[in-house]
């Protein structure tokens, strides 16, 4: 290695040339797929990177209050507690499960269910609801041992709560979360959401829900949030004001004294539903924690079906209350006049049948006033025969029977009025003359609501406007139809009304008030042909589900207010004597001392 | 010592280059330690750490050029010696930063033997190919190999299994460089299919779940694939002119992991975009046909070697890492030069571009 050698240059294999060619085309490897990256797929990779960084959360919307017609709330929301986890951060999903299971003492497999129903229908860096309405208890619990397991969280989310409990019931119904079908059905619905699930919750769902807002926020790679936008606000469920006075739905259910019926009080010139009670009744509230299996088995089995919303979910036999339906039909067909007497003697036969007068020695001489005034059931059979069944049936459709009320509540009845062509079709019998003779005074297949009756009394009292039932104060009244008769056929019923309150050999004396002008009609609806065996016992003495169902429909005017009311005793036994002091509670409470104003 | 020649030999445009790559490396580097919150860790520390760093980088290299290279060829076999003995210090005394132990604790500053090593078997092994003859035989090869083999597999037991590999390709590079026997040639490329699949057995479970990855980042996009797949969105969601300097939300942000060392072309593909990277890649590519110059212009076979082997180191790190942030390369822990935060490695830059720009000012020497 001196100094002054020259160099050993050995040829080189690879020179410089060969060095940069390699650089050149392996570098060119780079530049394409850079280019592929940046310029080919850069609209993927940048919305990838938008993804990465945006969130989206929703902003729940309070739904509705409702009041009552004087300002009392009647359904509110209240904070509630739920368990909820984000799966991405949590370690081990099922070891968490089972710690949640712990400690909200949820049965283990339920749990597992609710999960992966959810699971579906959240991202995995979501909050999803696994337990909702934990107590306060629970929530201390688990906010002391959270630490130890990532993912978990406890939410607070509104809960609705009904302060009247069971008084309103029917009529409120009920919120609880929504299920599979209700999901898959409303795309506005999000896991975990509260629903209305019968009555004005149900049926005015859409105005008192309000819609959710939006918010987005950017995040960083440890899920820190650094900053939000609002993309829409939330709004406000609708608050609603019922027109239903909540001292007069307790004096429904105090003079109902628990039996199972139903009371009805409308203003009889707008249509407001007033007072609707359904008796015996349940606590709603129970449904909006989650009812428990074996409750809810027990509301479904109780022989007087405290679910059920009698005014509009049961169809009875109106009994002798369809008469004042057929009085008006033969005084508009003039096959009697209001003077034409019919002979009562108690007895009344078609073909080698007899039929029976409830009075057995029979009311004697019977024009229509004292038809209505006794209920004479002669004088029907009468009317019935002279009428016909077609002629029958078309009145009192036009009278608003067998069609449905429009109460803005969910699965309203709408009733039978019978007819040939109708028995032929439903139950493949021609009609025979015994069915005239039971339709004539309310028997056999006609059916009706509570609610159908009492509108069809409304529109008697205020000049013969159909009304449709209207439950929100702020309705505004709604004519369906005209009853089909003329004024001084409707004052004719309405006279002979009110003597069956004031006239000696009234069916409803009970009622008298003195200083309001009460008009009324009893009906006592068979449930079955009564078999001999009981034929003259005292009510008491029959079995429950053989009794005679008791019908009290009146009108009550003062001082320009007037109000139909229908009172209704299941198996009651005799109209006058059971519904009559119900509906007349009703009447004290509307125009008593702390009654409306 | 200071000849006039010197400077007139000086490779501006080398050195130019030089400075543009450590000027980008650092605008690069402060963006990828900004941070957009506070949280009281410091990250931004990294960037003042590495302008140290360069200073002491600078003195070491003006130092190195008042002397003449050949006294590199004395202390080649003493400086090898050296970087063995710092590995087994690491293995010994070590720090360990994510479950590996590569790094000597100097106080502030933590200094990776490896970076050493490297510079240690470059000069050996040009030391070793200038004396030879002729292209490599069977035995030749072996020789100049083993410079390369032995602080390779130390530093695969580190674990880090991409500078283990970093070491052998460029001792392989140099061979090539200097030339292989036909024959010799030929069997090697012949066994090569025979041999990789049987590397796979020496792999630790991590490098082969790694390899994996490559093959399909999205089989496991929150664990092993999450680099890949990151990086990628980062350069991707760059787009043809970038988000601009500070804007990259993916490296802001930090979902991009290791954005500071391994992963820092994808903070700079993402501010810059497709203009600002192929331009960068332009620059290496520049930078490397000089250094290709000068081992074309040597006065003699050492300095050829040596300019030849700084070649490789910077070529192979710059062709594995892009690729690899690129993902078309497995993830190895191979740092960009001048881009990735790392001191030793910057030092040992600053080192090995002195030795070239020796080799390149003392070409004419004896010419008279």
């Known amino acids: 290695m001196s100094r002054f050698r020259p160099p050993r240059d050995a040829p080189l294999w690879a020179g410089p040339t060969v060095l940069f060619g390699l650089t050149v085309v392996l570098f060119a490897v780079l530049g394409v797929r850079l280019w592929y990256l940046q310029v080919v797929k850069a609209d993927f990779y940048h919305s990838k990177a938008q993804e990465n960084r945006t969130r989206q959360r929703v902003l729940y919307a309070p739904r509705g209050v409702i009041r009552d017609a004087e300002g009392t709330l009647v359904a509110e929301n209240v904070p509630a507690y739920a368990v909820a986890v984000v799966r991405e951060e949590c370690g081990d999903i099922q070891a968490t499960l089972d710690q949640i299971a712990r400690w909200t003492g949820v049965d283990r497999d339920a749990l597992q269910k609710s999960f992966e129903l959810g699971k579906r229908r959240t991202k995995s860096f979501e909050e999803q609801v696994v337990v909702p309405n934990v107590t306060f208890d629970t929530v201390a619990l688990i906010e002391s041992q959270r630490h130890r397991w990532p ?73 820190r949030v650094l900053g939000t936008t609002r993309l829409r606000d939330p709004v406000p469920g609708e608050d609603l004001q019922l027109g239903i006075h909540l001292p007069l739905q307790r004096a429904g259910v105090r003079a109902l004294m628990g039996k199972a019926g139903t009371v009805v009080v409308l203003d009889a010139d707008t249509g407001h539903v007033l007072t609707m009670v359904s008796s015996p009744s349940y606590d709603p509230n129970e449904f909006v924690a989650g009812i428990s299996q074996a409750r809810w088995n027990a509301l479904q089995e109780d022989p007087l079906h405290p679910m059920q919303n009698r005014p509009i979910q049961s169809v009875y036999p109106p009994g002798s209350v369809f008469k004042l339906v057929l009085a008006g039909a033969a005084l508009e067909a003039g096959v009697v ?29 019977v024009d229509l006033r004292k038809s209505i005034r006794e209920s004479c059931d002669v004088y029907y059979y009468t009317v019935g025969e002279r009428l016909g069944p077609w002629a029958m049936s078309e009145f009192a459709r036009r009278c608003g029977w067998a069609q449905a009320t429009g109460v803005d509540l969910p699965h309203e009845r709408i009733g039978v009025v019978p007819s040939p062509a109708w028995k032929l079709e439903r139950l493949g019998r021609k009609w025979v003359g015994g069915d005239t003779i039971n339709m004539s005074i309310g028997q056999g297949y006609t059916v009706a609501t509570p609610l159908q009756i009492t509108r069809f009394v409304a529109a008697l009292v205020n000049g013969g406007r159909l009304l449709r039932p209207l439950l929100l104060s702020s309705d505004a009244p709604e004519v369906q139809g005209q009853l089909p008769m003329k004024e001084s056929t409707r004052r004719l019923i309405l006279e002979a009304m009110v003597a069956v309150v004031n006239e000696e050999g009234g069916t409803a004396r009970v009622l008298a008030r003195p200083g309001i002008r009460i008009g009324a009609k009893t009906g006592t609806a068979q449930v079955v042909k009564l078999m001999d065996q009981y034929e003259k016992k005292e009510t008491k003495d029959i079995p429950y589900k053989y009794r005679d169902h008791a019908w009290l429909a009146c009108f009550a005017e003062k001082d320009g207010r007037r109000y139909a009311i229908v009172a209704f005793v299941e198996h009651g036994g005799h109209g006058g004597s059971e519904a009559g002091p119900v509906a007349g509670a009703m009447i004290d409470a509307l125009f008593g001392r702390g009654g409306m104003p | 010592m200071i000849d006039r020649r010197l400077l007139s030999h000086t490779p501006w445009a080398l050195l130019f280059l030089f400075v543009l790559l450590v000027g980008a490396g650092l605008v690069n580097l402060y963006s990828a330690s900004s941070l957009r919150f506070e949280d009281g860790l410091g990250v931004e520390s990294f960037f003042r750490k590495q302008l140290v760093w360069s200073g002491l980088g600078l003195l070491v290299f003006l130092g190195l050029l008042l002397f003449h290279y050949r006294h590199l060829r004395a202390l080649a076999w003493p400086m090898y010696g050296m970087g063995l003995l710092l590995l087994v210090g690491v293995r010994m005394f070590g720090k360990t930063i994510s479950g590996a132990q590569r790094w000597l604790d100097l106080g502030p500053l933590h200094f990776q033997p490896t ?80 041999l990789v699949p049987f590397g796979w057995f020496f792999l630790k479970d991590y490098q082969k779940q790694r390899i994996l990855v490559f093959l399909d980042p999205t089989a496991d996009p929150r664990g092993a694939g999450y680099h890949v797949l990151q990086s990628q969105i980062a350069i991707g969601s760059g787009g043809f002119w970038g988000k601009g300097f500070l804007q990259g939300t993916q490296s802001q942000l930090r979902f991009l992991p290791e954005k500071h060392t391994d992963f820092a072309f994808a903070v700079f593909g993402e501010e810059w975009g497709f203009v600002g990277s192929i331009l960068l890649i332009g620059l290496f590519c520049l ?77 004419f020497m004896f010419k008279r």
């Open chain 1, 151 to 223: 993912g978990v969280s406890v939410v607070v989310r509104p809960k609705r709560f009904y302060a009247t409990g069971a008084l309103l019931a029917h009529v409120l119904g009920y919120v609880a979360r929504a299920n599979e079908e209700e999901l898959a059905r409303d795309p506005e619905l999000l896991l975990g959401d509260d629903v209305g699930k019968l009555g004005v919750e149900l049926a005015l769902e859409r105005r008192l829900r309000g819609k959710k807002g939006l918010e987005s926020f950017e995040v960083d790679a440890a899920g």
């Open chain 1, 337 to 365: 006049t209001p003077s034409t007497i019919i002979y009562c003697n108690g007895k009344y036969a078609v073909g080698d049948r007899e039929y029976r007068c409830w009075r057995r020695g029979g009311h004697g001489r």
């Open chain 2, 115 to 194: 970076e050493f090593v490297k510079v240690t078997v470059i000069i050996l092994t040009a030391k070793i190919l200038a004396r030879m003859e002729g292209s490599l035989g069977w035995k030749e090869l072996l020789n100049v190999l083993a410079v390369a083999l032995v602080p390779a597999l130390f530093i695969s037991r580190q674990p880090d299994l991409g500078s283990a590999l970093n070491i052998l390709l460029i001792g392989g590079g140099m061979i090539l460089f200097k030339g292989l026997r036909p024959a010799v040639l030929k069997t090697l490329i012949l066994a090569a299919p025979v």
């Open chain 2, 287 to 363: 930078f490397l046909y000089h250094l290709a110059l000068v081992a074309e212009e040597a006065k003699n076979a050492f300095g050829k070697c040596l300019a030849a082997g700084v070649f490789f180191y910077f070529f192979w790190q710059v062709l594995i890492n892009i690729g690899m942030v690129l993902g078309i390369m497995p993830v190895v822990g191979i740092p960009l030069p001048f881009m990735s935060y790392g001191g030793s490695s910057l030092l040992m830059n600053f080192f090995l571009l002195a030795v070239v720009v020796n080799v390149a000012m003392r070409r």
